[in-house]
């Protein structure tokens, strides 16, 4: 399989260089051989080239099986004046793959229940996948500046919430059979057409899974106050952004969670949903779990070896259950990057 | 002093009744005399009239020193193809009063920590006024439809910015010095323009405050990992909605917040955050200690009665210390709306 790797910015290529050794070693353990391809995004190609999604980045992904990226962005490129910015490089590579489905499942592990802010007991047993809309919404839509005001338009084109609406349907069957859809149907007229297409979607095509649908605002209290009580929540990019950052709390660090992000091919995204974090990166701190679950969506959703990214999964949970944390998670010693991946190594070996 | 009373739907009435017999036992201890008018809005209007917000009620509204709001909406009046929506006439009011800066508080009572979703420990201490702009931004946009897509407009202009940070940094001036400014400037234009304008009036005006950025998303997980280490919080509408909802879980329940919509003059808008929560509506069980609160908002920011708001919180306190509590906060006993409001009446009398 050929597989393009993103490091990125930040601790992008820290936690992205252990997420490679996982990938390596699973190769070694099943005999599969995947190709390697690295390229720069990003702060780091603008830095390169100027541009923060190169033509050469783009051209391999639209080749590639998979692609592996660490994370972009950070204060060095984020001056108010700056023409072109990291983001945009991430953004638009979304965009031209298709990727319309970000997918960011919530799963604490017994072992981190107690570095969440949650009480422990609201967290045993949620199990949530927030899939969010990736490619749309006001992430997209037309922006203008003139010297005294700013605009940004949101919009949304039914076959764009059919298709995400869709595909988390679809999830849910694989699941509980429960889907949340999340808009402001109150106030916003893309939340209004969201609310009828998901309708819609949901009662003509899956009548077999039951669609709630719940204000943003009370959905980010739902989230704290009852987690166990979501399976597959579905929403539109800007809401996803919020909510997912939030929903990690459930988990007790973002540096633990994984996404992936699909269209309508194979080929897949795969990235923790943590950022650069520029004030940590170099010193060998960072989380790679987040990235290393990544790995395993990808050996899941992208090259369909579910048995393999059972194995990355189980050697994450086992390294969680020997209390092998990172520093935000840590009580006592904490492990730094190095420390954590081959721990997780000597599982999958 | 003339007092707008809008009880609105669902537990609007419920609970603007108990602030109401509050407000009037501040009025009868402290020798005041409050002219109260209720008057129509919302679902409750569109009944009465078709018409979420009357003619009357809004010239009501701006003859008077303050106006004290229930809530609004309900499945009665959300059908999709509904041409008028309560929600509405609450926006237009907002926005015909110039209300531009709403600010929610979230102080969490030590009685009800029990409560939170929130691990205690991170709780005590917390102290956080968000300010959101109420105004502008997306809720007030243009919107469009066109059979197969949908569009929302967010837009501030500099001026729109400019105020409700001044406003902001008015407060902490009054408070810790410290202002968290939330936007998501890595993506949206309107967010980079109110990055550059609160930068500068916090480095022009406001020397002496301490201004943070932080992205939303972000933001959503801080709000809960460390809640202690925010003063005055300030943010554009959309994501004020969001954040204080989740905010509002820090204090075990958003039945027991307050708000204050505010503008140039000292006229002002109080509603607790809560919704219309017409599933328990007519039920008696409405938690009134957010509405009565508003009255203490009410009574410090549009009368200027600082030592009888007072009176109203330390009432509110010891209802809370008695362990009055209602059913979402309740282990044993779920105090109903009278008997909570009865408490609260006994501290002031
Ligand atoms: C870096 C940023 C553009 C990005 C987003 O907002 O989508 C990030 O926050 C994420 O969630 O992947
Ligand atoms: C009822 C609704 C329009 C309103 C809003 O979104 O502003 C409410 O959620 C609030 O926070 O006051």
Redesign the pocket.
């Known amino acids: 399989a050929e597989i393009v790797v993103l490091p990125g910015d930040g601790i992008g290529p820290e936690v992205t260089a252990a997420a490679v050794a996982v990938l390596r070693a699973v190769g070694q353990r099943y005999r599969h051989h995947f190709n390697l391809h690295e390229h720069a995004i990003g702060g780091a190609a603008i830095d390169a080239c100027g541009d923060p999604l190169p033509e050469k980045t783009l051209a391999a992904c639209h080749y590639a099986d998979a692609v592996l990226l660490g994370a972009?962005?950070g204060p060095k490129w984020s001056d108010p004046g700056a023409k072109v910015r990291p983001?945009q490089g991430?953004?638009a590579l979304r965009k031209a793959m298709g990727l319309y489905a970000n997918l960011r499942p919530v799963q604490p592990h017994p072992a981190t229940l107690g570095a969440a802010p949650i009480k422990p007991h609201l967290l045993s047993g949620v199990d949530l996948v927030v899939v969010r809309e990736l490619t749309g919404g006001i992430?997209f839509g037309d922006k203008t500046r003139d010297g005294g005001s700013a605009s940004d338009v949101c919009r949304y084109s039914v076959g764009e919430v059919e298709r995400v609406v869709r595909r988390a349907c679809e999830l849910a069957r694989e699941r509980r059979r429960h889907v949340t859809s999340v808009d402001k149907a109150n106030v916003l007229e893309t939340s209004r057409l969201w609310r009828e297409v998901a309708t819609r979607v949901a009662r003509d095509e899956f009548p077999d899974v039951t669609l709630e649908h719940q204000l943003v605002d009370s959905m980010a209290m739902h989230l704290l106050s009852r987690p166990r009580s979501f399976d597959v929540i579905v929403t539109e990019n800007m809401f996803g952004?919020i909510l997912?950052d939030e929903a990690s709390m459930l988990a007790g660090s973002m540096g633990l969670l994984p996404s992936a992000s699909l269209g309508d091919e194979r080929v897949g995204l795969y990235e923790p949903?943590h950022?650069s974090a520029p004030d940590i990166a170099g010193r060998g701190i960072a989380n790679p779990i987040g990235a290393i679950l990544s790995v395993a969506m990808l050996l899941r959703h992208s090259l369909g070896l579910a048995m393999e990214a059972g194995c990355v999964e189980q050697a994450v949970s086992a390294t969680l259950d020997d209390g092998i944390f990172s520093a935000e998670l840590a009580h006592g010693h904490a492990a730094g990057t190095r420390e954590i991946t081959a721990a997780v190594l000597e599982h999958i070996a």
């Open positions: 972009v962005g983001e991430l953004l992430y952004d997912t949903i950022g």
